[in-house]
């Protein structure tokens, strides 16, 4: 199963977490058919949502959009505490040729527009606080480097972030996927942030490290390299949906009765997909009748 860690470094100014995130992103791929390249895409973001959300406190909740104007439209993945992460892309099928270095064309296929967080406290157990929303221009549309942005800009935290999905051309189509996302805090040293960018910058692609069978923790040394670390949480991440038939019948039956009426007379049931995960439910005739 797909695993996270965080921990720090150098008395604490160093915040590190990294993830395996092969077999999430391998179910994204899945359920919502994915292009190739949205699938490096998507995957990137998921990875993305779950190391920024990887402190997250009981009940709370991260969401990361990215509205914009290429092939994609948009892309949004979601994470809770317990780090079970679900997303979508506006466009599953978009595709472009490859990127003058023969790989995926991601930046092309996402293009201009805003790179959104909205986190969310105590969202499960109904308490409705204002979320707090951040935001800033997408500036890259590589993923990595967008979510290094908006820690800088809009949280005021320094990062380094490095993402990877890669593929090959039969099922399952993801080998390998995973990231490493480092925050500088106050008081860290110049010196040790000179020997992390050196370091990550002579590392190898962390896919090639991932698809030979690095661990979380083995993502954490290779970019810190001889900077001593201490891991505070290891815990299993997964691609999970909170959609259920129960929801699906909720929300139908809040249509009113005269749209469930129409359904029951020209469709003799319903369906309904969930944006989010792809699964269909369906209700047969019994079901819309319970309704009235």
Known sequence: MDKLVHGTAADGTVRIMAAISTDIVKEAVRRHETSPTVSAALGRVLTGTLLLGSSLKDFDRLTVKIESDGAVKGIVAEVNAEGSVRGYVKNPHAELPPNDDGKFDVKGIIGEGMFYVIRESGYEIGLHREPYVGSVPIISGEIAEDFAYYLAKSEQIPSAVLLGVLLQNQEPFVTASGGVMIQMMPGANEHIITI?????????????????????????????GEIDFEILEEKEIEF????????????????GRQEVEAMLEEDKGAKMTCGFCNELYTLDENDLRKML
């Open 196 to 224: 992390i960018e050196d370091t990550i910058r002579r590392a190898p692609h962390i896919t090639s490290v991932i698809n030979n069978g690095a661990t979380p923790k083995e993502l954490v040394k290779l970019a810190l």
């Open 240 to 255: 999970a949906c909170n959609c259920s038939f129960e929801r699906a019948v909720s929300l139908i039956g809040a249509l």
